[in-house]
């Protein structure tokens, strides 16, 4: 499964909890306001999540059920559906 991804320009920081100290510090920072790590650490999160659900499986199981379905309109009598594990 590929890590997850959050899309940045569709969401948003509700909260920042900055101190007096951070405050100072990120006037005198060229980017006061970087994200990059909270949205680093909520993908981490999400993955994390994600891999010890049964989505993964879940997600196979609804594959198959619709290629086979697909496929049986379209003609097909026998669908057999081989998993691989893709490269990283």
Do not use: C, H
């Not at 790590?37 to 619709?66: H, I």
């Amino acid at each position: 499964m590929a890590d997850a991804e959050i899309d940045e320009s569709s969401a948003r920081i509700v909260s920042r909890n900055r101190g007096l100290v951070d405050r100072v510090d990120d006037f005198f920072s060229a980017n006061p306001t970087d994200d990059g790590p909270l949205y680093q650490a909520a993908e981490d999160k999400v993955s994390a999540a994600a891999a010890q659900s049964d989505l993964v499986e879940q997600g196979r199981q609804n594959t198959e059920d619709w290629l086979t379905t697909f496929l049986g309109a379209a003609g097909f009598e026998n669908v057999e559906i081989t998993w691989t594990k893709s490269p990283t």
